[in-house]
């Protein structure tokens, strides 16, 4: 039972356009949302966040929205470099049976800009 | 500050030996988490550790286990090992604060099982 769901497995745009990374989850109970980007042979980075009670959170070129109703939440890459070219992980924070926060990730969407 | 680190970076094993793996956190951060990446599964949270104490389990089989030291170093085994491990490993590290949810992560360790 995947939770967190990245549909699209890849992504291309050109450089200086929009890249839209989208990703959907089925549990109500998530109370914080991360994406993170992952280069080959790097382990994941943090990239930005948002909470539950928010709808839109800005750092720089990119920014999280969150629709609650829709269970959706997307990442806008605005303009896109080539740099930005890596796997782009969605992950959800929830309170774990331990506890204690845990992380539940999507399978991951890989963007490629194009110069 | 020094990041996450982990070792070995590259590792290679037989069918039905067991391996260690290892995490250093960054410094002050006392919750460890490891996770399983394979190709098309994404990252598969197998479990967290905090205060040496194991708080959360993912759905993996008893033969993966972990612990954690008193100077928050974590080490993960996996005991009689099967041709599907063969992973990414990675450990993250984060804070134990309210409404910090940021976990940082270490390169990783490539298991791969022949």
């Known amino acids: 039972d995947q939770q967190v769901k990245q549909n699209s497995p890849s992504l291309s745009v050109q450089e200086g356009r929009i890249s839209i990374l989208n990703c959907d989850y089925t549990n109500s109970m998530f109370d914080y949302f991360l994406w993170y980007k992952k280069y080959p042979a790097e382990g994941p980075t943090f990239l930005i966040s948002?909470?539950?009670i928010k709808d839109k959170n800005e750092d720089g070129r990119f920014t999280v929205f969150l629709n609650k109703s829709a269970k959706h939440l997307s990442l806008h890459i605005v303009p896109s470099q080539p740099g930005d070219s890596a796997v782009y992980f969605c992950?959800?924070?929830?309170w774990g049976q331990g506890g204690s926060e845990k992380l539940v990730f999507g399978k991951g969407t890989k963007l490629t800009v194009n110069p | 500050k020094a990041g996450v680190t982990q070792t070995p970076r590259y590792l290679i094993k037989t069918r039905g030996q067991q391996v260690t793996l290892s995490c250093s956190p960054i410094s002050g951060h006392r919750s460890v988490s490891w996770y399983q990446q394979t190709p098309g599964q994404g990252l598969q949270f197998l479990f967290e550790y905090f205060s040496e104490t194991q708080r959360n389990k993912g759905n993996f089989p008893g033969r993966f286990s972990g612990r954690q030291f008193s100077n928050s170093r974590s080490e993960m085994n996996v005991s009689t090992l099967e041709l599907g491990d063969s992973a990414l490993y990675l450990c993250a590290s984060s804070l134990v604060r309210y409404g910090t949810y940021e976990q940082y992560f270490g390169p990783g360790t490539r298991l791969t099982v022949t």
């Open positions: 948002i909470s539950s």
């Open positions: 992950a959800a924070s929830v």
